[in-house]
């Protein structure tokens, strides 16, 4: 479909129950937020399911999705995901992104549920979070993608404090992966929110993307989880023939 991840779902054993995959342009992802968001979305839209809660069967565990009084408002629970920080980042990534920041993290998010006898490569599970001093240094950075794709990650993302009505600001780049930019990349809120919850001091954010079709979540943390709530709408329905 050429766009930052696709899924793909089926019925799984029990009720309300499925299984879901999610590609980008080159391989499969392990973990995509925004894709099953849609995915729980047209299962409603199409009254497929009934039900107002859903739970995917993914290579990142169990994921619960659950719709609230209005058809195009759904959340979902994940894991929280913090990054340590990183004291020698790859001097390539400064060069890549052409801005000076405030703080870098680094690490690896592996699946959930992924076998350790099938496992992925190291690159492809590591993440960099970089924090900038404001918003409109994230929304004016324009990063050297050829050079960002030799780094030995999956991503980086660039944050940094935003305006009111929102807490935060990001953008997500994982062109190794065939993503140039992703418009709005819900996993990386993983990452992003146990940052932002411990420097602001504040368990409920209002967060927003910089890339130039933008994206908003409200995001509610505890101990160990993230509960993410944002809204789908259906602006495309057909047939795919597959030769």
Request: aromatic share 8%; proline share 9%; hydrophobic share 35%.
């Amino acid at each position: 479909m050429n766009l930052s991840e696709s899924s793909v779902c089926s019925p799984f054993e029990g009720p309300s129950s499925y299984q879901i995959r999610w590609f980008t342009p080159q391989e499969e992802a392990p973990f995509c937020v925004h894709a099953t968001l849609a995915a729980a979305h047209i299962l409603w839209d199409s009254q497929f399911e009934e039900a107002p809660f859903v739970t995917f069967q993914s290579l990142s565990g169990v994921l619960p999705v659950s719709k609230g009084p209005h058809l195009d408002e759904i959340s979902i629970e994940l894991p929280l995901q913090p990054l340590p920080g990183c004291s020698q980042p790859d001097p390539r990534l400064a060069q890549a992104l052409g801005v000076s920041f405030n703080a870098i993290y680094f690490g690896n998010t592996r699946p959930l549920a992924r076998s350790d006898q099938n496992p992925l490569p190291e690159w492809l599970t590591s993440h960099y979070l970089v924090e900038l001093s404001s918003a409109d240094e994230v929304t004016k950075c324009t990063p050297n993608l050829e050079l960002l794709a030799k780094l030995d990650c999956r991503a980086v993302t660039i944050t940094a404090p935003s305006k009111p009505p929102f807490d935060f600001i990001s953008r997500y780049f994982a062109p190794r992966v065939g993503i140039p930019e992703d418009p709005f990349c819900g996993s990386t809120h993983c990452r992003l929110a146990p940052l932002w919850a411990t420097k602001l001091n504040k368990n409920c954010l209002m967060a927003n993307s910089g890339s130039s079709r933008g994206g908003q979540v409200l995001l509610e943390c505890t101990n160990t989880k993230l509960k993410m709530t944002s809204t789908a709408v259906t602006v495309l329905k057909g047939s795919l023939r597959l030769l």
